[in-house]
């Protein structure tokens, strides 16, 4: 069983509980005002990152020297809003903060000196982020005991973004020379998607919540190398370029929330 399908299998348990028994405010308006709450979920990305060997001496049929794809993580946070309400419609906005798990990757390739400097090259970046900063409105129709909607705005993604290359020469045992690379996804971004609460016994609701986010694909960065003269000395007219793809996410959240002005 994945890690997505025991969160939504929860999910799915705590709702048929929430369904079962629904109880909401007393007033015409159900849906309106402030409200606060946790949640939990996973996210499925794809963010793919490539490290490139240029030089006038390197053969274009291999220059390619590492690929490495990010994978799924668990996301955890917090959202917090306000909601109005006219009859059946209700709008509103809202912030949400993610924090993610999984977000460090290392690469690790061997050169027999053909296209670059014999020794050991470990690369070392984030393919995403460490989490989410997410502020974005929402519309959807009112129900007396549910309330399905959807979403679109911005997104900041938090945590460092920069990769770099360290190079261990054949038979030391620490590395004398490094190249920097590009941001493996931009700051910025957008999300959109759609989800649906059930009202609570008393001021809470539980909620599922499907979001797709884009940060684009970073920047592209060709560096030399950084170190001493000597250390360098091999990679006279050698940079590393590396290269990455568009950034995406899914995120797949469950949440729980509570309105202040349910009394």
Avoid at 97 to 104: H, N, R, V, Y
Wanted: glycine fraction near 16%; aromatic fraction near 12%.
């Amino acid at each position: 069983m994945t890690r997505f399908q025991k969160i939504t299998g929860r999910g799915a348990v705590l709702m048929g509980w929430a369904i079962a028994g629904t109880s909401v405010a007393a007033g015409p308006n159900v849906w309106d005002g402030p409200y606060v709450g946790p949640q939990l979920g996973d996210a499925t990305n794809h963010g793919c990152s490539s490290y490139i060997v240029r030089g006038p001496g390197v053969a274009a049929g291999g220059q390619t020297t590492s690929q490495a794809c990010s994978s799924g993580s668990v996301v955890g946070g917090a959202e917090i809003g306000e909601n109005f309400q006219y009859e059946h419609v209700v709008w509103g906005l809202a912030a949400d903060i993610d924090l993610a798990t999984g977000t460090k990757s290392h690469q690790l390739w061997v050169s027999n000196g053909t296209s670059s400097p014999k020794g050991s090259y470990l690369a070392s970046e984030r393919l995403h982020p460490d989490g989410f900063l997410m502020i974005a409105p929402r519309i959807g129709y009112a129900g007396r005991e549910w309330a399905p909607y959807l979403r679109a705005g911005g997104l900041a993604a938090l945590g460092g973004r920069n990769s770099s290359v360290a190079y261990t020469p054949l038979g030391a045992s620490r590395s004398t020379a490094s190249f920097t690379g590009g941001k493996s996804f931009d700051t910025l971004g957008w999300v959109a998607g759609g989800g649906i609460e059930w009202g609570l016994y008393g001021p809470w609701s539980i909620g599922f919540e499907v979001m797709h986010a884009n940060l684009g694909k970073g920047s592209r960065a060709s560096a030399g190398c950084a170190g001493t003269v000597v250390a360098c000395e091999g990679f006279s007219g050698i940079a590393l370029e590396n290269l990455h793809n568009p950034f995406t996410v899914n995120l797949y959240r469950i949440a729980v929330k509570y309105y202040f002005d349910f009394w």
